[in-house]
């Protein structure tokens, strides 16, 4: 058997992921099917894409309102400062560990390009501590940052690329 072309592989690749976006939790049996792979090949391209880091980690999307949670994002424009000392805090995670002190998980973590260079999503139990946890930035980062907005979150219509079976809850917000 002749072995695939590149753009092949980089094909079958998104199409696992696709299913994985879809259902984290599938079996390699299950996404194998969906993608018309045998078995061995799914769980072949899923232990290549875990190896290699393309796969991160598999997660759970859930309804924080009814965990009693709400959703921030802080958008954060970055003065002139240099940030290589910024960095080296960035790495070692002790934002997390200090956020986690205040009940926050941050979910996602992003260095911008636009109008503001670093977005932070997490979420709080209630905008009291999501605002001390922008007090923390500002401490922490505080050569670093020039402006912090903190945006609520209101309603997910989407979220990790699965529909919110609630959609039709959208209506009370508009």
Known sequence: MAKSSKEQI????????AELQ??????????????????????RILNSLEKDKVIWGYG??????????SE???????????????????ISRQLDKDAETLGINIECSHYLHGQY????????????????????????????????????????AKKCGILNPNLEKLKEFI
């Open 10 to 17: 980089l094909k079958d690749e998104k199409k696992i992921i």
């Open 60 to 69: 759970t999307v859930t309804d924080n309102e009814k965990l009693g949670i």
């Open 22 to 43: 879809k259902n984290s939790r599938a079996s390699a049996d299950k996404i194998a099917k969906k993608c018309g792979f045998s078995r061995q090949k799914a769980w």
């Open 72 to 90: 921030y994002h802080i958008l954060i424009k970055k003065t002139t400062e240099p940030l290589a000392k910024t960095v080296d805090t960035i």
């Open 117 to 156: 260079d670093w977005e932070i999503c997490f979420t709080a139990e209630n905008i009291k501590i999501a605002k001390k946890f922008c007090e923390l930035l500002n401490k922490l980062y505080y050569k670093s940052i020039s402006e912090l907005i903190l945006i609520e979150r209101m309603f997910s």
